[in-house]
């Protein structure tokens, strides 16, 4: 089946830093979701990114469409302990979604 | 609260047992989905079904099984458990549009 990949696959970051993290395939795809999963709790949609080149911001967090439709980018910017969590990209592909391993983010105080 | 539902919160059962998660979807979605997330891993999808159908089938094994009731909600059943079913179970739902999946907050399983 498509896989998609994800890196860092963990990251430890200090509070205030930003974040950068991507999210790729050989696989072309039509949608990119990403997701945050906190300790013991389901995946919350973050954002939805429906167009290649699109670029969408929710508060701290850009997320971009990679032109070529195989990528997708997670930024957070000014990171704080709250955004500790995994993040899981999703990519549709026909007719149901594919999810990455996720990244693993840690927030140093 | 994202709208899908799933009970119970925690179940604690011996190797051997069989058991029930339930789901119940965001208002109007039809498709439901399971996934399996074992400690520390990604999300494992076990299987979908759309308007009381399934529609796609990944890892689930064949002690595992599901079904959608006609009132959409979902259940699945895992029997002869194994030590290594201990897991976070899932469910997400989506309309028609498929523009995003809804995760429940997860059955906890724990087999002892």
């Known amino acids: 089946g498509q896989q998609l990949n994800q890196s860092p696959q963990s990251m430890f970051i200090q509070e205030g830093e930003d974040v950068s993290m991507n999210c790729t395939s050989s696989?072309?795809?039509?949608?990119w979701l990403w997701y945050k999963q906190e300790p013991g709790e389901g995946p919350v949609l973050l954002i939805a990114l429906y167009k290649a080149g699109e670029l969408t911001s929710n508060g701290r967090l850009t997320a971009q469409f990679g032109i070529t439709r195989k990528d997708s980018f997670l930024n957070i910017s000014a990171s704080i302990p709250s955004d500790v969590g995994i993040y899981f990209c999703?990519?549709?592909?026909?007719?149901?979604?594919?999810f990455g391993p996720g990244t693993r983010l840690s927030v140093l105080p | 609260d994202s709208g899908v539902t799933q009970t119970p919160k925690h179940l604690i059962t011996a190797t051997g047992q069989r058991v029930t998660l339930r789901c119940s979807p965001r208002?109007?979605?039809?498709?439901v989905y399971w996934y399996q997330q074992s400690l520390d891993q990604g999300l494992q999808f076990l299987i979908q079904y759309y308007n009381g159908e399934e529609r796609a089938k990944g890892n689930i094994l064949e002690r595992f099984s599901a079904q959608q009731f006609p009132d959409l909600h979902s259940e699945l059943n895992l029997s002869s458990l194994e030590l290594g079913d201990s897991a976070l179970y899932f469910c997400?739902?989506?309309?028609?549009?498929?523009?995003?999946?809804?995760f429940g907050s997860g059955t906890r399983l724990t087999v002892v």
């Open positions: 208002s109007g979605d039809l498709s």
């Open positions: 999703a990519g549709l592909y026909g007719q149901n979604f594919v």
């Open positions: 997400a739902s989506s309309s028609n549009k498929r523009q995003s999946y809804t």
């Open positions: 696989s072309i795809f039509n949608t």
